[in-house]
């Protein structure tokens, strides 16, 4: 079976603090995604990478970057947490190509106070 | 651009009733098209999928249908369980696009 692991399942951080949150997939998918999701919207893309060091912005890049240093891991960075960044974060990896669906992990809820 | 419409929630129904949760979708070409299934506390899961017009994906008594002349892909399934209570979400994948839109999601509860 496909794992996608993110390293934490909840998260309390203080405004200002840089975050990190890491995601690692064992099927050496191509294309790995983060995405917020809140309620009444649905997921929002944050950042997608299709490759190593490569990536693309989403629908809500603002505030956020991330790292793919390796095929198996990226990261999402928040550089100086905000309070509406208090959200869940969903990581997710695929395969290459429009046929393939996508396999999450299980979600880090992000509190910021 | 390509986008997903899905029927606003929540629905709320009984053991044994049919469950139809609609999904239309705006694309160029021929999309590949998704239902994933939120359970509470946890992430995404693929449910099922169509790569093709009138492709038919089925899973756990769950079905869809790529209907292109509808531009839909409606969730079906004949009778419910209490387990079956999650958010369902449809997504689209475009022909050559490395990305996933998804619906905002319909959140399904059944009821004893």
């Known amino acids: 079976d496909v794992k996608v692991t993110q390293s934490s399942r909840y998260l309390v951080k203080r405004t200002g603090e840089k975050v990190f949150l890491e995601c690692v997939q064992d099927?050496?998918?191509?294309?790995m995604f983060w995405y917020r999701q809140d309620p009444g919207l649905g997921l929002r893309l944050i950042y997608f990478?299709?490759?190593?060091?490569?990536?693309e912005k989403g629908d809500i890049p603002e505030g956020y970057s991330v790292s793919r240093e390796k095929k198996e891991r990226f990261s999402l960075i928040l550089e100086s947490a905000s309070t509406n960044q208090t959200s869940m974060y969903l990581c997710?990896?695929?395969?290459?190509?429009?046929?393939?669906?996508?396999?999450f992990g299980q979600g880090t809820r992000l509190t910021v106070v | 651009g390509d986008s997903v419409t899905q029927m606003e929630g929540p629905v709320t129904l009984s053991e044994e009733a049919f469950l139809t949760i609609n999904c239309t979708y705006t694309?160029?070409?021929?999309?590949?098209l998704f239902w994933y299934v939120q359970y509470p506390g946890e992430g995404l899961q693929l449910l099922l999928k169509?790569?093709?017009?009138?492709d038919k994906g089925s899973n756990k008594g769950f079905e869809a249908t790529y209907r292109k002349e509808t531009t839909s892909f409606h969730l079906e399934k004949g009778s419910v369980q209490v387990s079956d209570s999650a958010v369902y979400f449809c997504?689209?994948?475009?022909?050559?696009?490395?990305?996933?839109?998804f619906g905002t999601g319909t959140r399904l509860t059944v009821i004893p």
């Open positions: 099927m050496d998918h191509e294309n």
């Open positions: 997504a689209l994948s475009g022909a050559g696009a490395n990305n996933l839109f």
């Open positions: 169509a790569t093709k017009a009138d």
């Open positions: 694309a160029t070409g021929y999309p590949s």
């Open positions: 990478s299709y490759d190593v060091k490569m990536k």
């Open positions: 997710a990896s695929r395969r290459q190509g429009p046929l393939y669906g996508a396999f």
